[in-house]
């Protein structure tokens, strides 16, 4: 199946060159988690605070199926 990720911020740096706006696809087993997708695309799970699937918060046990665009979001901080 084919999912899309899009990474933001400081996150950007785990993943080629993308311009803003666009997201990698990826190819995935069913029964793919975020975790998982992640794990194969090189992004440190400890470094992702939000997630969102398809628009919708979730989490990284979600499992993921074909045609899902995932957006990952750092912490962030500021005053």
């Keep these: 199946m084919e999912v899309e990720l899009r990474v933001y911020a400081t996150l950007r740096k785990y993943l080629p060159a993308q311009p803003l706006g666009e997201g990698t696809l990826y190819q995935a087993e069913p029964g793919t988690s975020v ?8 992004v440190p799970l400890d470094q992702v ?25 750092p912490p962030v901080a500021g005053g």
């Design 35 to 42: 975790a998982g997708l992640l794990e194969q695309a090189g």
């Design 49 to 73: 605070k939000i997630i969102m699937v398809n628009n919708r918060h979730a989490g990284p046990e979600r499992v993921l199926a074909h045609g899902d665009r995932v957006a990952v979001f």
